[in-house]
């Protein structure tokens, strides 16, 4: 018997959901997608790791948002991506499978990588276990072209103020982060070793992989990073679990 995806709605949003074979309780795992608003339903080499590793997911979709504190008509007119992740989501994890913050790890790619390092690094006690794979940290360099991201902020400069790494607070940080993007990519690498540089010379302990390499920014890289993170996630939660015990 394996584990099975299925579909529902969240305060009326639609968000996919996996329910492995033997889930291990008080623990899940939030998955936050990409600017191609692929979520992990067809992607069998996450749904192999999150069923050997018995780790609940659930999968919102939240349309060209970026999963930031702004308004962006492409999710809602008046509901946050981000507000919908940390109080709806969060919420239905919680009454559904009573599990609760600090025990959901966050994974997110590209845009999603950028919006789990946004909802870590600003609530970092909530979420302590953080995994973004090829993070577009830098989104500002996209502003201007034509994405609903344009909408959201009067400027690229309005729209950097806002990026992960200016809210990485020195002294409430996730415990635990893993960080990795191909060397090949061309747009996301050199923001997302900016940011391992911040970390390291801030004493902030992270886990990086940046690499290894299968041609860039696309699904054949980021499927080849399925079996690490997720591990990474299980013992992060693992280590969590002691932790508070």
């Known amino acids: 018997m394996s584990g099975e995806w299925s579909s529902t709605e969240i305060a009326g949003?639609?968000?996919?959901v996996f329910e492995p074979s033997s889930p291990k309780?008080?623990?899940?795992?939030?998955?936050?997608?990409?600017?191609?608003?692929?979520?992990?339903?067809?992607?069998?080499?996450?749904?192999?790791q999150l069923e050997r590793h018995g780790l609940r997911c659930v999968c919102p979709h939240g349309g060209?948002?970026?999963?930031?504190?702004?308004?962006?008509?492409?999710?809602?007119?008046?509901l946050t991506a981000y507000d919908f992740v940390r109080e709806n989501v969060v919420g239905w994890i919680n009454e559904n499978w009573q599990v609760a913050p600090p025990h959901i790890g966050l994974l997110g790619i590209s845009m999603g990588g950028q919006g789990a390092l946004q909802l870590a690094y600003r609530h970092g006690r909530q979420f302590p276990i953080v995994v973004?794979?090829?993070?577009?940290?830098?989104?500002?360099?996209?502003?201007?072209?034509?994405?609903?991201?344009?909408?959201?902020?009067?400027?690229?400069?309005?729209?950097?103020?806002?990026?992960?790494?200016?809210?990485?607070?020195?002294?409430?940080?996730?415990?635990?982060?893993?960080?990795?993007?191909?060397?090949?990519?061309?747009?996301?690498?050199?923001?997302g070793l900016r940011l391992?540089?911040?970390?390291?010379?801030?004493?902030?302990?992270?886990?990086?992989?940046?690499e290894t390499s299968f041609g860039g920014h696309n699904w054949i890289y980021f499927s080849a990073m399925a079996e690490?993170?997720?591990?990474?996630?299980?013992?992060?939660?693992?280590?969590e679990d002691r932790r508070l015990v």
Not at 196 to 210: H, N, P, R, T, W
């Open 64 to 78: 060209r948002a970026w999963w930031l504190p702004h308004v962006c008509p492409d999710f809602d007119e008046q």
């Open 132 to 191: 973004a794979i090829s993070p577009a940290i830098d989104f500002h360099r996209v502003y201007g072209e034509g994405l609903p991201l344009d909408d959201m902020f009067e400027s690229a400069e309005f729209a950097r103020q806002q990026t992960a790494i200016l809210h990485l607070h020195p002294l409430n940080w996730p415990r635990h982060q893993f960080i990795a993007c191909d060397p090949a990519d061309e747009v996301w690498i050199d923001s």
């Open 25 to 48: 309780p008080g623990r899940a795992v939030i998955y936050l997608h990409g600017h191609g608003r692929e979520t992990l339903v067809d992607k069998p080499d996450y749904t192999q």
């Open 228 to 239: 690490k993170v997720v591990t990474f996630l299980a013992e992060s939660l693992d280590r």
């Open 13 to 16: 949003k639609r968000v996919d």
């Open 196 to 210: 391992a540089s911040k970390l390291s010379s801030s004493g902030i302990a992270y886990e990086s992989d940046f």
